[in-house]
């Protein structure tokens, strides 16, 4: 079965910073496709960027870049420029491409700080 | 409608007592998921419906646990004979048939279950 491992519980930083966050996964699959999800105080979860394994180029959404190694089975997130609206809780998550199997497996989460 | 809605937004019960839990997806969108997420934790998969096939009853935790989907739309979730640990975030998504892993899940927000 596919796990997901968020490795930071809480994470803090400053506000115009750089912050990553860390995610690792484990798979026997080779085509799969990985999430992360914001999730502020008002519970919705938020899709932030999504990467297919298959894409050996990282995935971008303006401010937000991930870190995708596929041997390693690491993808970690990138907030660059950090503002006060990011704080809240973030979560990677696996999806099979086995066309059958359509729910996301999630890590903990880790619950991002933004200070001013 | 415009997103997944879910109702009641927050839901107070007894122990022993049988609770509802609905969800009204995306007008259009075939699949519709339940996920749980207890303090702490991340979003634990409960169950998938994916138009009129027989849903995924993989995640339910026990017997206790039922969903149903009327007509292909709006979602019920029932937990019979409510017990402590079930107090939790139970939350719907939904998403087009076979669009989940481009475009990602829609979010509802969430009902906050607390069994006293």
């Known amino acids: 079965a596919q796990t997901v491992t968020q490795s930071q519980p809480e994470m803090s930083v400053q506000e115009a910073e750089t912050v990553t966050l860390s995610c690792t996964y484990d798979t026997s699959e080779s085509d799969y496709y990985l999430f992360w999800y914001k999730q502020p105080p008002s519970r919705q979860m938020i899709l932030v960027i999504r990467q297919e394994a298959y894409k050996q180029q990282n995935a971008t959404e303006n401010r937000f870049s991930v870190n995708f190694q596929k041997a390693a089975k690491s993808f970690s997130l990138k907030i660059s420029d950090s503002q006060l609206g990011d704080a809240a809780m973030y979560f990677c998550?696996?999806?099979?491409?086995?066309?059958?199997?359509?729910?996301?497996?999630f890590g903990k989460g880790t619950k991002l700080s933004v200070k001013p | 409608g415009a997103g997944v809605s879910q109702s009641p937004s927050n839901k107070v019960t007894e122990k022993g007592k049988d609770v509802e839990l609905r969800c009204d997806p995306i007008?259009?969108?075939?699949?519709l998921y339940w996920y749980r997420q207890s303090l702490g934790q991340g979003l634990e998969f409960l169950i998938y419906f994916q138009g009129n096939s027989a849903p995924d009853k993989s995640g339910l935790p026990s017997d206790r646990f039922s969903a149903e989907r009327t007509g292909g739309s709006v979602s019920t979730l029932t937990i019979q004979r409510t017990q402590q640990e079930d107090s939790a975030v139970y939350l719907c998504?939904?998403?087009?048939?076979?669009?989940?892993?481009?475009?990602?899940?829609?979010f509802g927000s969430g009902t906050r279950l607390t069994v006293v």
């Open positions: 998504a939904s998403s087009l048939r076979g669009q989940g892993a481009i475009s990602g899940y829609t």
């Open positions: 007008s259009g969108h075939t699949a």
């Open positions: 998550a696996y999806r099979s491409a086995q066309g059958s199997q359509g729910n996301l497996i």
